[in-house]
């Protein structure tokens, strides 16, 4: 399952603060992503086929990076993270602690911010099959 990873550039100093914003978070209650919301709306649309495996929050001085395990396509990932509340509770949350301002308010601002925020995966080795 591919990985993704996603940068914050963070005031430093606020590790509790950040650490209590993430313990709070609101998890969905499936794993599924029903994709993007520009798709064709149909009674015949396939299931969908992208999954939010797990996520990870990892924060040293000024950098906080989330990776994500996923299956599927990252675009309909970052859709449908846009759309959960839960996420978007939590980058309202962030605003105070950044160093460099995220437009997460609208899905179309949080997944232009999450492509601009994308770490290049350089490698990727599991025992899984």
């Known amino acids: 399952m591919p990985f993704a990873a996603i940068q914050y550039d963070i005031k ?14 609101k998890r969905v209650g499936s794993s599924s992503v029903q994709g993007r919301p520009d798709a064709a709306p149909g009674a015949d649309a396939p299931a969908p086929t992208t999954r939010i495996l797990s996520t990870a929050v990892f924060l040293r001085d ?3 990076v989330r990776f994500i ?8 990932v970052a859709w449908h993270m846009a759309a959960q509340p839960g996420v978007q509770e939590v980058e309202a949350k962030l605003k105070p602690y950044l160093s460099k301002p995220r437009d997460t ?10 492509n601009r925020s994308l770490l290049p995966c350089l490698t990727q080795i599991s025992v899984r099959g």
């Open 12 to 25: 430093p100093g606020f590790e509790k603060e950040l650490a209590e914003i993430f313990g709070s978070f």
């Open 62 to 64: 000024a950098t906080m």
């Open 69 to 76: 395990e996923y299956e599927g396509d990252l675009q309909e």
């Open 105 to 114: 308010g609208t899905p179309e601002g949080f997944v232009a911010t999450f």
